[in-house]
């Protein structure tokens, strides 16, 4: 806090006790944030695109989405959305100095990852007890393609959280100072409008 | 508007989509034929996103210079991956279906 309120009487901003992050520096961030989502949808769209035109060109046997459990994908999902309404009130927490209750909401930010993570880990578990690897077809190219990547951005996601919450603890984060925890919360959101997407074209279609 | 305001509509907003995510796995189990079921499918999902966008990612309430600006940065993504699909289908998609 030391710094913050130092770098405040730097920047001489009268009525700003604590004004580590302007207005401008908030906004810029979360370009920067954007731009980077942007990339991350392009990546997905590489995936998806392929996964479509494999499809389009597959036969109806072979890209069949109820061989995937869809009950415990349906589960997933409920997990994500939660998750997302939690972060979003973790940042509104954090907008009103709620150190409290922010952190609370990152708590379970990181539980309902980590829930998604363990049922997709019996997923996969399962498929590979029935010896189904990525190599059997390609339809399970592709859903393991697509759902480990996914995976690994929920993981790197709840690493990052993980960081935050700590951080919050120490009250490193205030309503003057929050970009980092706003620019997060544009990812996690992101990892979730992708399962939205990969959800109905993997496991219903 | 009230910070507990916008809490109660981050509420709904996650009870809306609870809902569309039933109505997904709902309408998934009526035949409507192929075309059908992925179009509503697809849908259904692409208003979700919107719903996502617009109240947890902010995009709603984005203001001040740089909001064109990261609106042209969701745009683009979308406009990119429609033209990718677009190619890929007539050259591979339909290149394996002509083989079958």
């Given amino acids: 806090m030391s710094d913050a309120s130092a770098h405040a009487a730097h920047a001489g901003e009268p009525g700003h006790a604590v004004h580590a992050v302007s207005e401008f520096e908030h906004a810029q961030s979360k370009l920067g944030m954007w731009l980077f989502l942007a990339s991350e949808v392009m990546f997905f769209s590489g995936l998806i695109g392929a996964y479509i035109v494999l499809r389009m060109g597959g036969t109806k046997e072979v890209f069949d989405g109820s061989v995937l459990n869809w009950k415990l994908a349906a589960v997933n999902t409920v997990a994500l959305l939660a998750s997302s309404l939690t972060m979003a009130l973790a940042i509104s927490a954090i907008r009103r100095d709620d150190i409290h209750r922010a952190a609370i909401n990152i708590f379970l930010t990181i539980s309902l990852g980590g829930v998604f993570l363990i049922i997709k880990a019996i997923e996969y578990s399962t498929k590979f007890l029935h010896h189904i690897t990525p190599g059997t077809n390609v339809f399970y190219s592709c859903y393991f393609t697509m759902t480990g990547f996914h995976g690994i951005h929920v993981l790197a996601g709840l690493i990052v959280l993980g960081v935050l919450l700590v951080r919050i603890l120490q009250g490193r984060y205030s309503s003057k100072n929050y970009t980092v925890i706003e620019n997060t919360g544009l990812y996690w959101h992101l990892v979730d409008v992708v399962w939205i997407f990969l959800f109905p074209i993997l496991y219903l279609l | ?100």
């Fill in chain 2, 1 to 100: 508007m009230s910070a507990e305001n916008h809490d109660k509509i981050y509420f709904k907003v996650f009870y809306a989509l609870v809902g569309l995510t039933a109505l997904t796995v709902a309408v998934s189990h009526i035949n409507l034929g192929r075309p059908g079921n992925i179009g509503l499918a697809v849908l259904i999902a692409g208003f979700k996103v919107c719903v996502v966008g617009a109240f947890f990612m902010h995009l709603k309430d984005e203001r001040g210079e740089m909001r064109n600006w990261t609106y042209a940065f969701v745009f683009f993504p979308f406009v990119l991956f429609g033209i990718l699909v677009i190619l890929l289908i007539p050259d591979v998609g339909m290149r394996v279906m002509a083989q079958n």
